[in-house]
């Protein structure tokens, strides 16, 4: 008798750019809930109280806020060391709790809750059944808490100009424009597309900050280039299960692209997307809805569907456990990965949209959405000039599926550079880890993305 699927109870959901531990008991449908009737202060303060207990090594107490299926999941030792001493490393000691925001979805009630610490802010999504009890625990994300450029600023060579992705709409995001100085004809431009999971306009993970890197770059060099913080991180809590990576990615990069192709100063037929990991797998679509690019730059991206990306390197990291039990359970789990994934696509679009994909924060129906829509398509579509670029050491998309990928689809055209870098990771950082599990240990180590890489993407950009 085949088993029924049962997830990994500790999956690192590290598809493309998105790095969270993820615990979760959540296996019953709980009734709807009218968010009116929700009394948040109740659920803030039991949020606050978790998180503070940790901070002071009261781990009894913040365990005893679980739910019965996450305390057999989750020891006493295994949240202090696994969870709470793993924020402590990379983000540096806790210092307050910042905000809380909260989201009803799919019969939870969601505390998203921000703790300032000394190298960087982390977000915990706490996640409470209706009694008050802790079923689900995610680290959301490492983000630095910090002020919004609000003013030109000059820097060396080019210049800071504050802007809003989206003023107007539902949706505004805090961005940056980077100028080129004392330039008398147009320039050229980019604008840079994040990667998955919530993220600021720097790209930010830890103390690195490849998007930073790259326009201070391109601008010091005579490319304009426009960065913004990503829908999720700046309106997380207005995600509903309609959301695809339209709402999440495309529709910003496409209103960012048309801010700079009605900047006089730019050359609006020189316009160019720079789309890191995600953003480098939407890149071609992004062209096909609207962007209408010069070139794609796509940094790490994949061509394939992003749940056989997530597989491939669920089973990576499975393979580099040590053996035991555990070790087991997790390759019986992905074993039955395709026939539960296959499931959640083929919902009706109504249920899909009200179903939600455990370990994601996201409904069945958006990567429904991926699945019709394969990326593949996109780059047929395509033929403008592409720069593709991977990293030798990249153990989220690699360079012996992905990359080779990307020159079978593109096999035969003059207008496509491809260019593999020894020894950098997904970030375009040097590495010197060797598998998968390795990876957050590796991004906290203060780096910068490599000077040849930058140097090749303006040299590329001047000759398109």
Not at 297 to 322: C, H, W, Y
Request: aromatic letters at 10%; glycine letters at 8%.
């Amino acid at each position: 008798m085949k088993k029924p699927f049962k997830l990994y109870k500790t999956i690192i959901i590290i598809t493309l750019l998105s790095l969270s531990l993820f615990i979760i008991s959540c296996s019953e449908t709980n009734p709807p809930i009218d968010e009116a009737d929700v009394h948040w202060e109740f659920y803030n303060e039991r949020a606050e109280y978790f998180v503070t207990a940790m901070s002071t090594g009261d781990f009894g107490t913040a365990r005893d806020m679980f739910d019965r299926t996450m305390k057999l999941v989750v020891s006493k030792s295994r949240l202090e060391n696994e969870i709470w001493n793993a924020i402590i490393e990379q983000a540096g000691e806790f210092i307050s709790i910042h905000e809380i925001e909260n989201l009803v979805y799919d019969g939870y009630l969601i505390c998203f809750v921000t703790s300032q610490h000394e190298n960087t802010g982390v977000t915990l999504r706490v996640v409470f059944s209706q009694n008050g009890l802790i079923s689900g625990l995610f680290i959301e994300g490492y983000t630095p808490i910090a002020g919004e450029l609000t003013e030109i600023t000059q820097r060396d060579g080019f210049t800071d100009y504050p802007v809003i992705i989206g003023e107007g709409t539902d949706f505004p995001l805090n961005g940056i424009l980077s100028m080129p100085d004392n330039v008398t004809d147009k320039v050229p431009a980019a604008v840079i597309v994040h990667g998955s999971g919530p993220g600021d306009m720097d790209g930010t993970i830890f103390t690195n900050k490849p998007h930073r890197d790259i326009a201070e770059y391109l601008a010091s060099n005579g490319i304009a280039v426009i960065r913004y913080n990503k829908r999720t991180l700046s309106h997380g809590t207005k995600i509903d299960g309609s959301w695809t990576v339209r709402e999440e990615t495309i529709e910003d990069a496409i209103l960012a692209t048309e801010i700079l192709k009605a900047d006089t100063r730019i050359d609006e037929n020189r316009v160019f997307i720079i789309g890191h990991s995600l953003g480098g797998m939407l890149a071609p679509r992004i062209h096909d809805e609207g962007g209408n690019y010069a070139g794609l730059i796509l940094l790490a991206g994949s061509p394939r569907f992003l749940l056989d990306i997530s597989k491939t390197q669920n089973i990576a990291t499975v393979e580099s456990m040590e053996d035991g039990k555990e070790k087991e359970a997790a390759l019986d789990s992905i074993e039955q990965w395709d026939e539960h994934y296959n499931a959640f696509l083929t919902l009706p679009d109504d249920e899909a949209v009200s179903t939600t994909v455990p370990g994601w924060g996201v409904s069945a129906y958006y990567f429904k959405d991926l699945y019709e829509n394969p990326i593949s398509t996109y780059i047929e579509k395509a033929t403008i000039p592409f720069l593709v670029l991977q990293g030798s050491n990249d153990f989220q998309v690699l360079a012996e599926i992905d990359f080779i990928l990307y020159k079978e689809l593109l096999a035969g055209r003059s207008n496509v550079t491809f260019k593999l870098y020894d020894g950098l990771n997904h970030l375009f950082m040097p590495s010197s880890k060797t598998n998968i599990s390795e990876l957050m240990d590796e991004y906290a180590i203060e780096s910068r993305v490599d000077p040849q890489v930058l140097a090749d993407i303006v040299e590329w950009i001047r000759q398109h």
